[in-house]
């Protein structure tokens, strides 16, 4: 059968992840400067998937990376991204990464703490801003109506500044996905299957917009020499 024609092939913006396995999975790459969301449970990688992708970005692309953390140090992150062989100190000292621990000044709400982001966005003209978690970032919101209204604010803002965004969620199971998924341009879904007595890490797109990208799950490799996708 004939593959499904994307009307939006070569107009749209791609960046590529770089991530093996990814990029053929999505024609190419993300959609530059719209919000990506990596939804999934505990432990399923999605914090390992943003410091490889943190690292190829600010490295193959040479594009100024702002990583923000909320809930771990960042002398925590960088010791686990280490044992995946990933090593994002050369990156920071090229001015090429800024890492963003807002955990400390949480209380500032969520307005400081976005100006916080945009302020270290500028300092190093970055093109890409990884959030991780949004879960947490969006814990100061009361009510679903506050939730839409500042991921509205914060992904139409991002986007005017042609802001790659690439933010996690932390979901029990794809059927609650949350309604953060609806605004994003893309949602990759992580999880953990149990296989007799082992389990597996996998992963599928859920949605990307304009994207004919794959509808199959994938398996997520986590090694010594980082994360990748495999085809089957
Ligand atoms: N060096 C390593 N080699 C293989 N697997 C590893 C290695 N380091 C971590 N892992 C796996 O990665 C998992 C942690 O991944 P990560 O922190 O990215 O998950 P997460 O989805 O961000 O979780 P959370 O929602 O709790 O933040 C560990 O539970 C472990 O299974
Ligand atoms: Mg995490």
């Known amino acids: 059968m004939e593959k499904a024609i994307s009307p939006n092939k070569g107009n749209i913006a791609k960046i ?3 991530i ?13 400067g719209s919000l990506h969301i990596i939804a999934g449970g505990p432990g399923t990688g999605k914090t390992m998937l943003c410091g490889q992708l943190a690292y ?8 100024g990376v702002v990583f923000v953390t909320f809930e ?12 995946i062989g990933i090593d994002l100190v050369p990156l920071y000292k090229e001015n090429k990464l800024r890492l963003l621990d807002l955990y400390t000044i949480r209380g500032e709400g969520l307005e400081g703490l976005f100006a916080h982001m945009l302020e270290t966005i500028e300092e190093i003209d970055a093109r890409v ?10 814990a100061a919101c009361k009510t679903d109506f506050e939730v839409r209204s500042f991921m509205k604010k914060i992904e139409q803002r991002l986007r005017e500044q042609d802001i790659t965004t690439i933010a ?6 794809r059927e609650n996905l949350g309604l953060e ?7 990759m879904y992580f999880e953990n299957k149990m296989q007799e007595t082992n389990f597996v890490t996998q992963f599928a797109i859920l949605k990307m917009r304009g994207t004919d990208h794959s509808r199959r799950f994938h ?3 986590l090694t010594s020499e980082g994360v990748s996708i495999s085809s089957n």
């Open 16 to 18: 590529k992840t770089g």
């Open 56 to 63: 190829n970005l600010a490295k193959n692309l040479n594009t």
């Open 219 to 221: 398996r997520v490799l």
């Open 72 to 83: 771990e140090t960042t002398e925590f992150l960088l010791r686990n991204l280490k044992f």
């Open 181 to 187: 998924t609806f605004i994003a341009d893309s949602v």
């Open 129 to 138: 801003l990884i959030l991780d978690s949004l879960t947490a970032f969006l």
């Open 168 to 173: 996690t969620l932390s979901v029990q199971d």
């Open 20 to 32: 093996r396995g990814l990029d053929n999975l999505i024609e190419g790459g993300l959609a530059s």
